[in-house]
């Protein structure tokens, strides 16, 4: 049988355009071995100790192969990761910041976190096929985590809304494992705060919550929007939480609505698709969902607000809420007061 080698006039072989398309996106891959690499090796905390340092020195140290080392330095150094002084390399300013195990926003977890099984980004083609099973993967530090400056921005958002009137007493639903409820408490420190998640996400938000000190006042129990602690809350706040069970949507939203107090305010945030589900540019931040939630995301924002009244609750409104991954979509209802004139 002829090889696809022998189709081809080696004469007149020449690469279609194309294919530098595809030559970049593997140099993003390789890009990011290489990020790999200097975490695995050491290299980042050895040189962040012991910089400026020669290659000798570097190879001695780390074990890394001198015929190929000055390929890697200099391939580190063409990413902004390294930087030269003299013959001898370091650190480029700011990186020890996010290489150095001694930070907390060293990116080594993260990197390698990509790779892990469980993550959908370690095998897209399992991960967007009929044959994928969730699996447990290792959790983050706090400042690691993909959802951090979400939680922040929503947790800021919601104190500034509420101004010098904080909720008595809030649930918080929290897809972030913790995160936001962390944030909440910051924020909100003389607030009585439930924090609601799934059983199997019992364990890693009391490890979130406790490598997140703060003077407030929480709980963490088993729920979800349908599974509500018996209380009646000032403010339910329900983050990236709601994706599970978008077929029953009208069910989840009565339920919460029947756990607020007379005037308390229900908050929804979350990802919304386009209308009719269509796609636009910015396909990865899109994966970046799906692989975060396992789910797609909402639908028919348009007539959201509907659905909150339709639940029994008023003043439904919407907001949008710059993240990470574009847009994330508020929706704020209150429960009914008979003393409509009254702030919550």
């Given at each position: 049988?002829?090889?696809i ?11 279609p ?38 290659k000798?020195a ?7 192969r ?79 985590h ?21 909720p008595?007493?809030?649930l ?10 962390a ?63 978008r ?5 989840a ?13 229900l ?17 990865l ?8 939630t ?25 907001a ?13 209802a ?11």
């Amino acid at each position: 049988m002829d090889t696809i080698i022998d189709k081809i006039d080696l004469t007149r072989l020449e690469a279609p355009p194309a294919a530098a398309a595809l030559r970049g996106i593997a140099d993003g891959f390789k890009a990011f071995q290489i990020l790999h690499a200097g975490f695995a090796s050491g290299l980042f905390d050895w040189l962040d100790a012991n910089g400026p340092a020669e290659k000798s020195a570097i190879a001695a140290a780390t074990g890394l192969r001198g015929a190929h080392l000055g390929g890697f330095l200099q391939a580190l150094e063409d990413l902004g990761l390294l930087a030269r002084h003299g013959q001898g390399y370091v650190l480029a300013q700011g990186m020890e910041a996010v290489l150095c195990t001694r930070s907390p926003w060293c990116q080594a977890q993260v990197i390698d976190g990509l790779l892990a099984p469980g993550n959908g980004w370690s095998d897209l083609a399992r991960f967007l096929s009929d044959a994928w099973q969730p699996a447990a993967t290792a959790l983050p530090p706090p400042a690691q985590h993909p959802l951090l400056g979400d939680a922040c921005r929503l947790a800021g958002h919601l104190a500034a809304r509420r101004g010098a009137e904080p909720p008595g007493r809030l649930l918080c639903i929290d897809g972030s494992e913790g995160l936001l409820a962390a944030a909440l408490a910051g924020h909100f420190p003389d607030t009585d705060i439930s924090v609601a998640v799934a059983p199997a996400a019992l364990e890693r938000t009391r490890q979130t919550l406790d490598a997140c000190p703060s003077s407030g006042h929480y709980r963490i129990v088993a729920g979800s929007p349908f599974e509500l602690p018996a209380d009646a809350f000032d403010q339910i706040v329900v983050f990236h939480a709601l994706y599970p069970v978008r077929r029953a949507m009208s069910d989840a939203l009565a339920a919460l609505a029947a756990s607020l107090a007379p005037g308390g305010e229900l908050v929804l945030a979350h990802w919304f698709c386009l209308e009719a589900c269509e796609t636009a540019p910015g396909g990865l931040r899109d994966l970046d969902k799906a692989v975060l939630t396992d789910s797609h995301p909402l639908c028919h924002v348009e007539s959201f607000c509907t659905r909150l009244e339709s639940a029994g609750l008023t003043g439904a409104e919407r907001a949008d809420l710059e993240s990470d991954y574009g847009v994330t979509k508020l929706h704020f209802a209150r429960c009914p007061d008979a003393h409509q004139g009254d702030k919550p």
